[in-house]
């Protein structure tokens, strides 16, 4: 019993044989078997593809699903080819093909985008648009793009303006200098960014009302730089804009903005001004209340404002200046040149009716309309002249731009128009341009005293 139950035990506890693995042995017995069952497939499917009428696309449909379900994916889509030859327009065929309805017809999903593209096209030039940079838009406005402006919000903006807009900032609502578009909270709040702050208006007006540090507010054409309060500063930024509003049209396209906004030094203090001057301007300091610093670095105009009768007038000279001098660039054109004084002279005193009237009974007194042959070349505004004689040849200069503009003269307006035309699109014209400009004005040097005397008597 010992020896049969030992034995038994023996058996019982016995190895069983080793069983080997699936993953020792299977990779190549099932390549086999996968590598079987698709020859098997494949000659089931050509069995049955061979008894199939080729006109018969529900057949062919059943088939390419048949061959999709057992892994024959180049097969089902072969089939689903003979389906559309058999019914072009099996839907369910088409799809599985990768094939839309666009405009009633099937084509390729991954062609629809450029066929919206160019039906789009299509549209656009049936309307008179052309493409430029991506963009479609109407001939008549291929210019301005051409000329550095861009379409924002239906506005023409410059192209410096848009990439600000581009890198996500936006113009402080009251400043309107540039800040980053998260911070606009906080400039909603009247706070001012100074040196990494945000300040209230009153911190704001103590560490900018030194010229280490100056206020700069920017509009849609001017920029002022100014160490008056923000309240007043704000002011004058606002009749600075009024004054470019009056000018634009006659000078330059009333539609667009400025190429680049005009820069104003803005002061209060006399003594600020005249060594400002001193300092920025190579002619020496101007006898009169605006002169370009052409020996700036960023030739801006500066502005006595500050004087209690004059200030206003003194801006709207300024941005008249500060105007003639950026769009007449042409270095053959001298920067003291008549005409700059005379966008300036025009803006302050002859671009209103009842301005016009008042400063033409002024410029009478003061003698009228000099000799036009001698007033191109000898024309200055300079300290070395006496006042009467400075304030002489701004009037005059002044009150030609206005019998160019308003007489109705229309040799002398056509000679303005192809200096506008010489601004806008051929500056090497320019010089060209101002000398037919005045020698066009001399031959009406007669009509131009009688509209003079005219103006003078008007209201």
Known sequence: MLTTT???????TAPAAPVTPVSAVAPAAIAVQGKTDKQALRKELHER???????????????????????????????????????????????????VKYDG?????????ALEEKKRAAEYKAKGYVQHDGEWIKKSELAYFKRGYVRREGQWIRVADHKQYKADKVPHPASGVWIAKADLDKAKQNLFPVEGKWLSTKEANEVHGSWLSPWVLRGKDVQIVTTYPFEKAEQIMLEADTAVAKIRGVIFDPVLPLPKRIMLFVFGNQEDYRQFGVDSSTTGFSSYGAFFADNHPNRPTAVYYGQKDWGAYYLRH????????????????????WIHTAVGSYLERF??????????????????????????????ISPDLSTDAVERNIYQAGFLLLYAIKAGDHKVQKAWNEIREAIESKPRRQPRALK?????????????????EKTASQG
Request: hydrophobic share 40%; net charge positive; charged share 30%.
């Open 6 to 12: 030992f034995a038994s035990l023996l058996f019982l």
């Open 49 to 99: 593809e061979a008894v199939l009428d080729k006109t018969d696309a529900d057949g062919w449909f059943s088939l390419a699903l048949w061959a999709d379900r057992n892994g024959l994916e180049l097969d089902a889509k072969r089939l689903f080819g003979k389906v559309i030859r058999a019914d072009p327009n099996h839907a369910n065929a088409r799809k599985r093909l990768g094939y």
């Open 436 to 452: 037919s400009f005045e020698k066009a004005l001399t031959r009406s040097e007669q009509k131009i005293r009688n509209y003079l």
């Open 318 to 337: 300024g941005v008249g200046l500060a105007i003639s001098h950026q769009l007449l660039n042409s270095d053959k054109i001298n920067g003291t040149s």
């Open 105 to 113: 017809k099937w084509v390729k999903k991954s062609q629809v985008a």
């Open 351 to 380: 671009a209103t009716p009842k301005t016009a009237t008042w400063f033409s009974k002024k410029f009478m007194g003061r003698g009228g309309l000099q000799d036009l042959d001698k007033f191109w070349d000898r024309f200055q």
